[in-house]
């Protein structure tokens, strides 16, 4: 089975590039249309609103205010129990919001403290803007009544990113008729349409968690899509010229590194003090565009990110939680734009822009010594982005960052020598979209780049020195409702390198074009580039209760996009077909509930199917919050093409598996959850499962305690060991490939405690300890390519547990070879605690304590209470970092 990806990619362009079906301006996504007529009036104020949450200034009764609300919740389209006014006021500056929430029992009002945009529990108002008026992207602010504040971005006509923040106030106040809201929203932290007469969009939301009362201006169906493009129009905003704002961060840290000594090694010999200075710049380009700069960035508040023992050949992924790289980051998203859904079922999606590249861990492989000194992360020289509009309908986006040459240095035997551990590298993103009328289809594109400049020739045999993927991405709505639409993108990739570096991309576990009986993919040496193309596309029933979702794409082997986004493999064709049922009228005891199911296939470009099946899921919410999910899936016999990491394919023999998940009413001070899934192949006598409960204690409305332990099980009948070179073993290609039983055991767990002392002021603290023991046993080499069939070692005969030593054939011709020892038990306690005060807005201090500890031995058994004794004496990192930054408005 041979596809050709010139030909699928064409025809993808081209889908797109027909014209878009027509549809009326007023109508909004699913064919619901904005109430006629509906606008909130918003009156022009001489002389600055104080933000205090009382609402005593004569200019909030001139003005004329709003208290028409729907509830989507619990009954959608029912009148609120309690009414609710908002009026809206500006000057040349800024964006005044007041709001009276109405309480028949103002005892009652859940106003709980949590530190800024930490979701809780409480009642709380959001406003949403989309001051460019173009029906798909905008803000919400949004105040509970306790005071805490939430800011984010709107983006794809009511997805929502929390990562952006912006400098503005708020201030909230319970009283004896329920409770009040202001918000003074600066123009400068928002891009905006300006002139004489000025349209936006504007909706209001507000929320009653004892009732589970969700009331807003105007609601988006629980059976459609769209919901920016449903805002009701702000109108009254004349003569607005925003000023062009500059606004510098500057920040000053210092760190101290209490490192667990090792006699001998000089780089662990006590204490290290090491203070740093850098800053932001954030600065409108004209009235539509933000530049975003920074110079030796510090991400030292950071989170620390969790432990995991990873035994596949998949790089394990994290999230990106540096704020520089997070705020604005759906500006870069590419390939999912458009549809409301998107399901997957073993798509290996890549993630085209993976920030966490910038700034990673220095890649070169050091020279063997017995102590060295290596950076934990490259140093960002410095970074830019620009983000915004262009024109009326084209978003664009444009980031790049410099990062430095790092060294380590080596100590042993004779002086320390030092070697270059990661090259000097620039890093490029340009992302743009164009939105043709009303949303009605969209065109996109991406470019990346990644040079880099080698010193040291070693480096040259391990990096790309250069990189760049072109993507097109978009979407297309087949009717003037908007209830169908085709989404999807096409790419292609290139990497270049010398032809060391270049044999050992074509070997890795994205591509293995090593494989013996692979027939599309062949392993070139000496080549010094390579290329590849992706399509992917979802049809998608956006709205109504009857739900259907299908897709089809390919992954040509070649394609590569690692060096700046993140890719786990190629050589893919994947098909599915989905659709589903879901009931929104609540009963007496239910709210909503759905059924999906879907059928799915993958296949390598050999035309071997490697993945296969039919899966389902039913997903029930209670009236009194409570919701339950389960499902199941059927996988029937296919091929494996990874399991020998490069060798010859064996197969997958039929398994199942079952899931399942619990939660209660998030609301009340005990929230608790339940997540469990099981996948088990009979035939082979493995399976895998895990358990997760958690709870979540809200003892006082201002601490959050938060527990989830989990508990992991895996069973592999066919564990990847090593592959050991021997001309006699034919049957595969002249090499044997070891596997085993592998049983591993892992236990970990969740802690974080939220204690927030005022609106402003909050400590966070997170621990995560990890223990994990596998036990490999009955090994084993695979007997013939696309077969379960294995040859096994018995103990005692061709296996030597003792050694690891390994004769194939006992007293036969093949030469014995040794395997180690693979057991172990890996301990791991990391944890950190954050003191955060914004001492004035936008202006914030920090005190961090970073603490990490791991051990590991060569035992398998997995016993709790040791393991837990000893990870208590283990040897531990400690990190201490004060940083203060400083707002500085222009």
């Keep these: 089975m041979r596809f050709s990806a010139k030909v699928l990619l064409a025809l993808a362009l081209s889908s797109l590039a027909r014209n878009p079906a027509r549809a009326a301006d007023q109508t909004a996504a699913s064919g619901a249309p904005r109430p006629a007529g509906l606008a909130v009036h918003a009156m022009r104020v001489t002389k600055p609103i104080e933000v205090d949450g009382i609402l005593s200034e004569p200019e909030w009764s001139e003005a004329v205010p709003e208290t028409t609300f729907y509830d989507s919740d619990p009954y959608e389209g029912s009148h609120p129990s309690q009414r609710t006014e908002i009026r809206v006021l500006y000057d040349g500056s800024s964006l005044y919001i007041g ?126 899509s769209g919901f920016v493009s449903r805002f009701p129009e702000l109108v009254g905003i004349e003569d607005l010229h925003p000023k062009r704002s500059i606004e510098v961060l500057p920040y000053f840290t210092t760190k101290a590194s209490y490192l667990y000594e090792v006699p001998g090694d000089p780089f ?104 060295v000194d290596v950076p934990v992360g490259t140093t960002i020289l410095g970074a830019a982005k620009l983000i915004g509009k262009a024109g009326s309908s084209w978003n664009v986006g444009a980031l790049s960052a410099l990062t430095g040459k790092e060294t380590a240095t080596l100590a042993g035997i004779g002086p320390p020598v030092e070697q270059e551990a990661e090259p000097l590298s620039y890093y490029g993103v340009g992302r743009a979209q164009k939105e043709f009328k009303n949303r009605q289809a969209g065109l996109g594109f991406l470019l990346t780049n990644v040079a880099r400049s080698f010193d040291d020739p070693a480096l040259e045999n391990q990096l790309a020195d250069r990189s760049w993927t072109l993507g097109q991405d978009g979407w297309i709505f087949l009717d003037s409702k908007q209830k169908w639409v085709i989404s999807g993108y096409a790419a292609a990739s290139y990497v270049h390198g010398n032809t060391v570096f270049m044999d050992s991309l074509q070997q890795s576990s994205r591509h293995y074009f090593q494989r013996p009986d692979a027939d599309e993919v062949r392993f070139h040496p000496g080549e010094t580039k390579m290329s590849g193309t992706t399509m992917r596309y979802w049809l998608n029933k956006q709205s109504g209760n009857v739900l259907f979702n299908s897709a089809l794409g390919y992954m040509s082997p070649g394609f590569d996009v690692n060096d700046i986004g993140f890719h786990t493999r190629s050589d893919v064709i994947n098909i599915h077909v989905g659709s589903g049922y879901k009931w929104t009228k609540p009963t007496h005891r239910v709210k909503n509930r759905d059924f999906l199911g879907a059928l799915f296939a993958a296949y390598d470009f050999d035309g071997n199917p490697t993945w296969a099946g039919a899966w389902a899921r039913y997903t029930i919410e209670m009236l009194n919050a409570n919701s339950i999910q389960f499902g199941l899936a059927a996988n029937p016999q296919t091929v494996n093409p990874r399991r020998t990491r490069g060798g010859p394919t064996s197969l997958n023999l039929p398994g199942y598996e079952v899931f399942g998940h619990f939660d209660s009413d998030s609301k009340k001070k005990l929230f608790y959850y339940f997540d469990t899934d099981a996948y088990v192949t009979p035939e082979a006598k493995s399976h895998n499962w895990f358990v997760t409960p958690g709870v979540d204690w809200k003892p006082m409305s201002r601490l959050l305690l938060s527990f989830s332990p989990s508990y992991e099980y895996v069973r592999e009948n066919a564990q990847y ?56 046993d009955d090994y084993k080499e695979l007997a013939r390519p696309h077969s379960y069939d294995f040859n096994h070692y018995r103990n005692g005969i061709e296996y030597n547990p003792a050694t690891g030593e390994v004769d194939p054939d006992g007293p036969g011709p093949a030469a014995p070879f040794n395997i180690g020892q693979q057991d172990f038990t890996f301990r791991s306690l990391r944890g950190n605690a954050v003191f955060r005060w914004e001492y004035r807005p936008g202006s914030t201090f920090y005190l961090v304590w970073t603490q990490v500890r791991q051990d590991s031995n060569g035992e398998s058994n997995f016993s709790l209470g040791p393991s837990i004794s000893e990870m208590a004496r283990d040897r531990a990192d400690n990190i201490f970092l004060a940083k203060v930054t400083y707002y500085l408005g222009f």
């Excluded at 106040?173 to 003074?184: F, I, K, P, Y």
């Excluded at 507000?206 to 969700?214: A, F, G, L, M």
């Excluded at 409301?340 to 966490?356: A, I, L």
């Design 721 to 776: 060991v090593t592959t050991v070179d021997d001309p006699l073993m034919t049957a595969t290609y002249g090499k044997r490939y070891v596997l085993a039983t592998l049983d591993q055991r892992t236990l970990s767990a969740s802690f974080r405690v939220n204690w927030s002392f005022t609106p402003t002021v909050s400590l966070q603290m997170y621990v995560q300890p990890l223990i994990s023991s596998a036990d490999y």
């Design 268 to 371: 662990r010999s006590g204490a290290e003090y090491k203070p740093a200075t850098g800053g932001d710049l954030r600065m409108a380009v004209g009235r539509k565009l933000t530049l975003n700069a920074t110079v030796n960035p510090d991400f030292g508040q950071v989170e620390v990110d969790p432990a995991v023992v990873n035994l596949s050949d998949v790089e394990s992924y994290f999230s990106e939680k540096r704020p520089f790289f997070v705020e604005g980051s759906q500006t870069f998203d590419f390939g999912q734009q458009g549809a409301n859904d998107y399901w997957g079922f073993n798509w290996p999606q890549p993630t085209f822009f993976y920030s966490r590249r910038i700034g990673r861990a220095p890649q070169g492989t050091l020279a063997d010594s017995s102590y």
């Design 99 to 224: 709001a009276r929430m109405f309480d028949t029992r103002p005892d009652s009002v859940i106003a709980r403290l949590t530190r800024r945009d930490v979701s809780i529990a409480s009642d709380g108002l959001t406003v949403y803007l989309d001051p460019m008026h173009d029906r798909r992207s905008g803000y919400y602010f949004k105040i509970n009544a306790a005071g805490t504040l939430y800011d984010g971005t709107l983006y794809n006509d009511g997805w929502q990113d929390d990562s952006w923040d912006a400098v503005w106030s708020g201030r909230a106040r319970v009283d004896s008729l329920g409770w009040t809201a202001e918000m003074r929203i600066p123009l400068s932290q928002i891009r905006c349409q300006g002139g004489t007469h000025c349209v936006w969009g504007i909706n209001f939301h507000r929320t009653i968690p004892r009732r589970s009362e969700d009331s807003y201006l105007v609601y988006q169906p629980k059976n459609g």
